[in-house]
């Protein structure tokens, strides 16, 4: 079985300051992992993905997250916050290679400041 | 091109109805699954279809059933809904099958059963 746990429901930063939502998994085999962020009204975008190879990934709009399996964490960065970046952000984790059936954490909701 | 595109977009039942809710992935998608997402939690997953054969399901009641069509879209019917059943139903579409898969989500269909 796998699970994702997301520490802070709610984080709040100011604009152009560092973004950290954390991310925790549990997985009896290699996962593969996922953030996505969710708009008001609107589906799931894909930020980055990591499968294997390179443990520090990057993705659309500045994001970045690194896989560490030591500590079976996958935080989401970005160095400066954008007004834009305010949404909700998931964690998500598979087994599968095709990146399907996720399980995913239960949110982070990122306020940005101005 | 089109995204996939979910219908409707809101919806209203009482308790004890069936309802269907309707997925069109994007042009090329042969596969689409289904996550239910209710208020204040991550998604979680319920179907996944490819070329019409169910690949894999969450744990869910069989009250939960879908199907795939020949033109790849998809249908998910809900019998004797529940409360509990109020949540966010996304449709996700990916080409399945070369390994390096992306999901794309739609819109969703807010479902209110009252």
């Known amino acids: 079985a796998q699970s994702v746990t997301q520490l802070g429901s709610h984080v709040s930063v100011s604009e152009g300051a560092l973004v950290l939502l954390r991310c925790n998994y549990s997985?009896?085999?290699?996962?593969?992992l996922f953030w996505y962020v969710q708009y008001p009204n609107q589906g799931l975008q894909l930020l980055l993905k990591?499968?294997?190879?390179?443990?520090l990934v990057k993705g659309i709009n500045g994001f970045e997250a690194e896989f560490k399996k030591s500590e079976t964490s996958f935080h989401l960065t970005k160095p400066s916050a954008h007004m834009s970046d305010a949404a909700e952000y998931f964690c998500?984790?598979?087994?599968?290679?095709?990146?399907?059936?996720?399980?995913f954490g239960g949110g982070t909701r990122l306020m940005v400041k101005p | 091109d089109a995204g996939v595109t979910q219908s409707p977009t809101h919806l209203i039942k009482t308790r004890g109805q069936h309802v269907t809710l309707r997925c069109s992935p994007i042009?090329?998608?042969?596969?689409v699954s289904w996550y239910q997402q209710v208020l204040g939690q991550g998604p979680q997953f319920i179907f996944q279809y490819y070329e019409k054969e169910e690949r894999g399901r969450g744990n869910f009641p069989d009250r939960f059933s879908a199907r795939q069509f020949p033109n790849y879209s998809s249908e998910l019917n809900v019998n004797a809904l529940l409360l509990g059943d109020s949540a966010l139903y996304l449709c996700?579409?990916?080409?399945?099958?070369?390994?390096?898969?992306?999901?794309?989500f739609g819109s969703g269909t807010q479902l209110s059963v009252l």
């Open positions: 998500a984790v598979t087994s599968n290679n095709a990146g399907n059936m996720l399980t």
């Open positions: 990591y499968t294997t190879g390179a443990t």
């Open positions: 996700a579409s990916t080409t399945y099958g070369t390994g390096n898969e992306k999901l794309f």
């Open positions: 997985s009896s085999v290699p996962p593969y």
């Open positions: 042009s090329g998608h042969k596969s």
